[in-house]
């Protein structure tokens, strides 16, 4: 390789505001792909790191009293489904570095605790996972690594039954029905069409244990630049300017 001529290796510029603030991970992907596996592998190989997980699913709106009475007609998988302005509040508070309190969703009762949120506090980086987390174009804004889990559809619906059934309070009938009226007809007008925007597509999920360490040394490398810009922070790295 050689450095393109008259320009030295790295370009030096001067921005002390943005190399504090963390780095940002969008995860997404279909039902039950394995989106919060993935991450739990990476957070757990970030184990130097203040990492934390901010769920989208958090920020499911409440059911009105006439919404729960009419629980089947509902489309949990349509974007209006989501407190997107809370999802760009939280995540924005934690990129200016300070805390946050999430709200704790239950799937069983549809609602959000009246009065229980998990504080999050500031960190190094945050990853925000979610079947719609690309969906909206502020949202992606925030990211400064995109990653779509693309795990087959057989698959997914296989371990989204089992899931629901055991720890959802759900019978199969009606998880079987609501796949097929709201779940896949969403992930095919929402979920997929956002895969164009992933800067990396991780096959087969969490069993993919190669991809997820190519994720984790690549945080690495923009953690270390992060790190030599709170030692110099008039001066960071931008860009390598290398070519092969
Ligand atoms: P998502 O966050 O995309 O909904 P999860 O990671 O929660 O997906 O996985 C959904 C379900 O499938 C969970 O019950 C999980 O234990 C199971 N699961 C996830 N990945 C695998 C895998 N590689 N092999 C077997 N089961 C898995
Ligand atoms: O964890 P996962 O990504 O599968 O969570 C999203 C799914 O949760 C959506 O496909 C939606 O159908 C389902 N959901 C539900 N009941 C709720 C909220 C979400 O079945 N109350």
Redesign the pocket.
Known sequence: SHFRSGVPPFSLISDPAAPNQPFVIGVT??????????CDMIIQQLHDHRIVLVNQDSFYRGLTSEELAHVQEYNFDHPDAFDTEQLLHCIDTLKSGQPYQVPIYDFKTHQRKADAFRQVNACDVIIL?GILVFHDSRVRDLMNMKIF?DTDADVRLA??I??DTVERGRDVDSVLEQYAKFVKPAFDDFVLPSKKYADVIIP????NHVAVDLIVQHIHTKLGQHDLCKIYPNVFVIESTFQI
């Open positions: 992907g279909g039902t039950a792909s394995g989106k919060t596996t993935v996972e889990v371990r989204r089992r899931r087969r999920g969490g069993d």
